[in-house]
């Protein structure tokens, strides 16, 4: 059976939205367009091909199906900009096999402007067909949270912004296939600004909360305390919590240079977040010292080094730069984590515990960096001869917290 709709990019944005498809009985072919994948166990793979998946790399697959949507992955560049490379990779290949009537939507998170400055014109001049007369196309923000038991694409509601009303329409017409709602915004540019408010939302207010955690260990404060008292507050406050870094693949963006004024509190936020891994190395080296240990020589364990709990994805994630500070500082770091089998820092190998509680009561300190549910933290916390916890995660007064 020939797919109805291509998912150009299988990683952490375009797996879920080919699980969503697969699951509402739509034909899907998913794309692979590098290295990139999410997370599949071998059951799921097998169900997900029972019910009418099929992966692909040949490009002549894209031409047979009605919807194509580019969820490749976007990094950021040495200047700070969106690396639009895998998305430019995504639009020719696509662009050469284009039919008309087909939809084209594009969910990698970009800067306004975007799907019409720069996709468009690639999809338009590989194909010789013309967007919103000879095909439709859209933008849409991913709102993919890994892990998340209770939210997911059936009940997330889906933003669509199509370069005409019959484009938004088309989009509309195939999310409305995997969702219970659907809100059409203006146009591409306030659909693609919709992914660019909330991803600094979460990281400005994300700052805030690391900057009340510094000034609060500063105090002698218990902030987890205080954010479990505040968040009873009914209007007015939304909890965020703490920790060791921000990672992810949705990076927060001030649009530096793309306008005469850029987002200052992002730029603010930017730099007080990108400081947690190196502040709690200090707290580390602090402990160790006051235990009269030296960093130098001493074992640390790293507990979780995911960016998120319950996911095996390493993209962004503090925990990298936290164990390169470590082992500058000539600590012996060793890791683990249920959800990656084998991790490399500085291009070497980091020594991965096998028995959990044996690596804990054997290091000299022991940093919990992620809270996966598999962790036994009152056990842990007994267990290490000193334990920071940057979650919040352990009981009151089992360790030492960020």
């Not at 909330?198 to 000034?215: D, K, S």
Request: hydrophobic share 40%; charged share 20%; net charge neutral.
């Amino acid at each position: 059976m020939p797919a109805d709709l291509a998912v150009i990019g299988l990683g952490q944005l375009g797996l879920p939205l080919a699980q969503a498809a697969v699951a509402a009985g739509i034909p899907t072919l998913g794309y692979r367009t590098g290295p990139e994948r999410g997370s599949l166990t071998p059951a799921e793979l097998r169900r997900m091909l029972a019910r009418g998946f099929k992966p692909g790399t040949s490009p002549a697959e894209l031409g047979r199906v009605r919807t194509a949507v580019i969820c490749v992955p976007v990094p950021m560049g040495a200047d700070g900009a969106p690396d639009l490379t895998q998305v430019e990779e995504a639009a020719r290949v696509l662009a050469a096999r284009l039919r008309p009537h087909t939809t084209v939507i594009l969910e990698s998170p970009v800067h306004p402007g975007t799907t019409e400055q720069f996709l468009r014109p690639l999809l338009e001049e590989g194909s010789g067909l013309r967007a919103g007369r000879d095909f439709h196309l859209a933008y849409s923000p991913a709102r993919v949270d890994p892990g998340n038991r209770h939210f997911g694409p059936a009940n997330i509601p889906k933003v669509i912004g199509g370069v005409t009303p019959a484009c938004t329409e088309s989009a509309a017409a195939f999310y409305g296939r995997l969702t219970d709602k659907v809100v059409r915004a203006r146009g591409p540019r306030e659909a693609e600004t919709v992914q660019l408010l909330e991803t600094n939302y979460r990281h400005v207010n994300i700052a805030l909360v690391n900057e009340m955690a510094v000034l609060c260990h500063d105090l002698g404060v218990d902030l987890w305390d205080v954010i479990r008292c505040a968040e009873t507050k009914p209007f007015g406050f939304q909890a965020f919590r703490p920790g060791p870094g921000v990672g992810g693949h949705a990076l927060a963006q001030d649009l530096s240079g793309r306008t005469p004024h850029s987002l200052r509190m992002v730029e603010l936020a930017q730099r007080v977040n990108h400081r947690m891994p190196q502040y709690v190395v200090q707290r580390a080296a602090t402990l160790l010292n006051e235990h009269g240990k030296s960093a130098r020589g001493a074992r640390v364990l790293l507990l979780g080094v995911t960016y998120k709990p319950d996911v095996p994805d390493l993209q962004g994630t503090p925990a990298e730069e936290i164990a390169r500070r470590l082992v500058q500082l000539g600590a012996h770091v060793s890791y683990h984590d249920p959800h990656v089998p084998t991790w490399s820092v500085l291009d070497r190998p980091v020594p991965r515990a096998d028995c959990l509680y044996e690596a804990t009561a054997d290091a000299d300190l022991t940093i919990l960096l992620q809270h996966h549910r598999t962790y036994d933290l009152q056990g842990l916390s007994v267990k290490a001869q000193l334990l920071l916890d940057t979650r919040g995660a352990t009981p009151t007064g089992a360790a030492h917290r960020l």
